[in-house]
């Protein structure tokens, strides 16, 4: 079992930025790939952004490409995800989640956090 717990989330003007962390605890961080997902309200969740276990690759959705990055630091079993020049188009809840291997896809992704909102006004 992999424990998640998102925090970070808030009000933000547009523009600005917000970094998300992902605190796991239980399995070997190390051993999972890691992503962020967000979902709007009434819509199924979408990818936002992956990074391998232990190399550092990473892997994005085209909306967010150039704004946003992941990192993940294994000594300290968090994963973060650097939101610049947001848009209120980027509102929506964000999840973190983990997988045995790397995935843009919500099927492959066994463990998930309660989730954290993001609200971008004008």
């Known amino acids: 079992q992999v424990q998640l717990v998102e925090s970070g989330g808030g009000l933000v003007q547009a523009g600005g930025s917000l970094r998300l962390a992902c605190a796991a605890s239980?399995?070997?961080?190390?051993?999972?790939?890691m992503g962020w997902f967000r979902q709007y309200p009434g819509k199924e969740r979408e990818f936002v952004a992956a990074?391998?276990?232990?190399?550092?690759?990473?892997y994005y959705a085209n909306s967010v490409k150039g704004r946003f990055t992941i990192s993940r630091d294994n000594a300290k079993n968090t994963v973060y995800l650097q939101m610049n020049s947001l848009k209120p188009e980027d509102t929506a809840v964000y999840y973190c989640?983990?997988?045995?291997?790397?995935?843009?896809?919500?099927?492959?992704?066994?463990?998930w956090g309660q989730g954290t909102q993001v609200t971008v006004s004008t």
């Open positions: 989640a983990a997988s045995s291997r790397i995935a843009s896809v919500l099927r492959e992704y066994e463990y």
């Open positions: 239980g399995r070997t961080f190390s051993s999972y790939a």
């Open positions: 990074i391998t276990r232990r190399d550092g690759g990473t």
